[in-house]
């Protein structure tokens, strides 16, 4: 199963500087919202849930592919995964013993980093910076993925 998550984010790198989709003239329908959001997003949640990893590794790739433009997909995926990650966080926290000191630290260092990329994505990268900025993501997170894999 990580196997397939680190071939899909090598994929999905390499769909970020490679692929032009051609933008979205009008707003989908619909039903083509559905047809994306939904497999997207359970996707998106089953792997944040499962592995403990951001969706967004998932459903800014996807956006982007459907049209939408990178900022956009980013700031959906921003808001998305919050849903995904209180979800994930709920379940995990009936079992594990959570140190409520560091949870709230992180907490905090997570907003403060959040609202820089969210400038800096919005206000100083243009869309072609900021696909390959994911896609270095992407590859930084597939390379660590494998990385555990290999050597546990």
């Known amino acids: 199963m990580l196997w397939l998550f680190v071939?899909?984010?090598?994929?999905?790198?390499?769909?970020?500087?490679?692929?032009?989709?051609?933008?979205?003239?009008?707003?989908?329908?619909l039903a083509a919202t559905?047809?994306?959001?939904?497999?997207?997003?359970?996707?998106?949640?089953?792997i944040g849930g499962l592995l403990g990893v951001g969706g967004g590794n998932i459903i800014?790739?996807?956006?982007?592919?459907?049209g939408l433009e990178p900022k956009r997909a980013s700031a959906s995926a921003a808001f998305v995964v919050i849903f995904a990650s209180i979800s994930g966080f709920l379940a995990h926290v009936?079992?594990?013993?959570?140190?409520?000191?560091?949870?709230?630290?992180?907490a905090l260092a997570t907003m403060a980093g959040a609202a820089l990329g969210?400038?800096?994505?919005?206000?100083?990268?243009?869309?072609?910076?900021?696909?390959r900025t994911i896609a270095l993501v992407l590859i930084a997170v597939a390379i660590k993925t494998a990385w555990d894999l290999l050597w546990p």
């Not at 984010?9 to 329908?29: D, I, N, T």
């Not at 009936?94 to 992180?106: E, F, H, N």
């Open 7 to 29: 071939g899909f984010l090598v994929f999905a790198a390499g769909m970020m500087v490679f692929y032009q989709p051609k933008p979205r003239e009008s707003r989908a329908s």
């Open 34 to 46: 559905l047809a994306l959001g939904l497999p997207v997003g359970g996707a998106a949640g089953f």
């Open 118 to 131: 969210a400038w800096l994505a919005t206000e100083r990268l243009s869309a072609a910076q900021l696909k």
């Open 94 to 106: 009936q079992v594990a013993r959570i140190d409520t000191t560091l949870l709230g630290v992180t």
């Open 60 to 66: 800014v790739p996807a956006l982007v592919a459907s």
